[in-house]
């Protein structure tokens, strides 16, 4: 079967640094994505990683371990607008063909 | 381009109608995928499209399910004989298959209340 790990919810306070972590267990693999969604709203992209290691853009951060089936989301200086569900996905399906098989999610409480 | 559009917004429907939705991708992805989420879940995956051509189906997508792209363009994802089970928030993305990190872009969805 395909499954993907995530924690249900994540507090932390603004200006903090959260960490998100996923493990995966699919039948195919061409990277890991991160996805960010807010109440009502549409999921959107945050980081993509094929390889191992750290990929940062801006306050985001993602790493992957391929060998250990492990990715996690860092989120540095924490701000309130960063409350929202995050979304790990394995791109999967034969010939990259960009269908995503996605976590539970992780809700995110930044607090004042 | 103003991104993925998903029409209608809402969608309100008695038990054993049929319902159709549409989605108009970013002109120039050649990927269209359709997308179900219920509440406190991820997106689950229904079906992907390269051009006009339907190349995966989900195993879960009953054949009350069945989704077009025409002419390569937009999308229809239409559920016959519909049932309470099928409330949901039905979710389109699509992506170019020259994209190296295959982003994909999400439309606001089609949140579907079967009554």
């Known amino acids: 079967g395909q499954s993907l790990e995530q924690p249900s919810e994540v507090t932390a306070v603004e200006g903090a640094i959260v960490q998100i972590n996923c493990t995966y267990q699919?039948?195919?693999?061409?990277?890991l994505s991160w996805y960010q969604q807010h109440d009502g709203g549409a999921p959107t992209f945050l980081s993509y990683?094929?390889?191992?290691g750290l990929e940062e853009t801006g306050r985001f951060s993602s790493f992957l371990s391929r060998s250990d089936s492990y990715g996690y989301l860092l989120l540095q200086e924490l701000q309130m607008k960063d409350s929202a569900s995050y979304f790990c996905?394995?791109?999967?399906?034969?010939?990259?063909?960009?269908?995503?098989?996605f976590g539970q999610g992780t809700t995110l409480q930044v607090k004042p | 381009d103003t991104g993925v559009s998903q029409n209608p917004r809402h969608k309100i429907t008695k038990r054993g109608q049929n319902v159709t939705f549409r989605c108009d991708p970013i002109?120039?992805?050649?990927?269209l995928y359709w997308y179900r989420q219920t509440l406190g879940q991820g997106p689950e995956f229904l079906t992907y499209?390269?051009?006009?051509?339907?190349?995966?189906k989900s195993r879960l997508l009953s054949d009350r399910f069945s989704a077009e792209r025409p002419k390569g363009s937009f999308s229809t994802l239409e559920i016959q004989r519909t049932e309470q089970g099928d409330s949901a928030m039905y979710l389109c993305?699509?992506?170019?298959?020259?994209?190296?990190?295959?982003?994909?872009?999400f439309g606001q969805g089609t949140r579907l209340t079967v009554v």
């Open positions: 990683n094929a390889l191992d």
């Open positions: 699919t039948s195919g693999f061409y990277g």
């Open positions: 996905a394995v791109n999967d399906g034969a010939g990259n063909t960009g269908k995503l098989i």
């Open positions: 499209f390269q051009n006009e051509a339907q190349l995966e």
């Open positions: 993305a699509s992506s170019s298959s020259g994209q190296p990190n295959t982003e994909a872009f």
């Open positions: 002109s120039e992805h050649n990927r």
